[in-house]
């Protein structure tokens, strides 16, 4: 242990990332190598230990600080957990503030790639930050606990039934929400469990879902990720090159009309499990698939012509007089010109949890989307898919959540402060 309190670990894991951020290229290349072969590569040839990179998907880190939390825009990880956390009996604001400044501490260490605390259990250690992301949200019931029920937000009211729930209420909703990202699945676990036991006394965990993506470097150049139905999923997403897209997705800096002040900068995250039913839809033809969505598997071009980028064209009828996008495929229902311009920021992870009781994969997507307002994104689009999308018969919504995400704390603050301690 140095005198400052940092250990002789902190160190050598630090001038680590160091190395690697100085030779910034090498990492790239090495990382286009792959695993195992990266060490040997960067150790193996006379070279000295302290010149030994990361790979580029280790050395990569998302800030801590910011406008924003981290997790929202930045590009979907590997790996990914989400959890759900109950304030204990007798934990109020007090408790709350201190659970949310400890938790903080821990996300900023960690995403710069460092062991938090004395304790740190080592599952992390010789692993780089790895774009590991740890974003933080408020359920409507955390109002109510710590006597803030004045400066709960409207958006935060309970989203509507729908008449294809088929909702769990153990696995719905909570007083806090963490989300966790990472690149690495070593670096995402270390994440949670270090969350999970920072909690101390004050929370305790209501629910938990482990999700995965596609690893980086896995395809020839970035591709937008594809689900366990075998689609490409997050084309139409809003892009943050778009003039409106902080309009869509973020609260104002002045909290503007969604208000409250708090959130400036701050996001709304629906959060749906949503179970495939895998075996009904791998026995569809793919022609058959094609149609539910609207477009193609193969590069997810729109089946009225293209590639991935052109717009769908839903007026086309085929040489039959009928539309080549059928009337209730789901890139129509859900598209923001059918649904008064409502747009979200979709960044799923999948998951996949063996065989269900049923006899039959318990996997499906972790859908988690992005608003300013649910009322102006998911809202209206999972009425109208509600009433007549193609892939209803296909998936089934298991678990509901929706949390106020507050924007990112400045330096020397934590997330949540400005709500917690104003
Ligand atoms: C397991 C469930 C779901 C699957 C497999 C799925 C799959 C897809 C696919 C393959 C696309 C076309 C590619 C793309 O633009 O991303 C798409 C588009 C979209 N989906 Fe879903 N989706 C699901 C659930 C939902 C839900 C619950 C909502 C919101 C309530 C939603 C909203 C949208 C939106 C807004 C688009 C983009 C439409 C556009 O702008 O063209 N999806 N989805």
Redo the contacts with the bound molecule.
Sequence with gaps: MSDNGVSDNDISRRRLLATAGATGAAGLVLGGAGGAGVYAAATGSGASPDAKALASVGSTAAPFHGEHQAGITTPLQARGHLVAFDLAPGAGRKEAAALLRRWSAAARTMMAGEPFGDTDSGVALDAGPSSLTVTFGFGRTFFARTGLNSRRPAALDPLPDFSSDHLDARRSNGDLWVQIGADDALVAFHALRTIQREAGDAARVRWQMNGFNRSPGATAQPM?AR?L?G???????PKPSDADFDQRIFVPADGGAEGPEWMAGGSYA?V?R?R?LLDDWEKLARGEQEKV???KKSD?APLTGGSETTE?DLDKTGPDGKLVIPSNA??RI???EQNGGA??L?RPFSYHDGIGADGTPDA??L?I?WQADPLRG?VP??RK?DRGDA?SPF?R?EASGLFAVPGGARDGEYVGQRLLES
């Excluded at 689609?231 to 997403?237: C, S």
């Design positions: 937008t689900n139905m689609q490409i999923d997050g084309t139409g997403n629906v749906r949503i495939m969505i609207g477009r997810g769908l789901h890139a859900s598209a923001p747009a979200m979709r499906g997507l859908f989307c998911f689009v999972q898919l892939l998936i919504h």
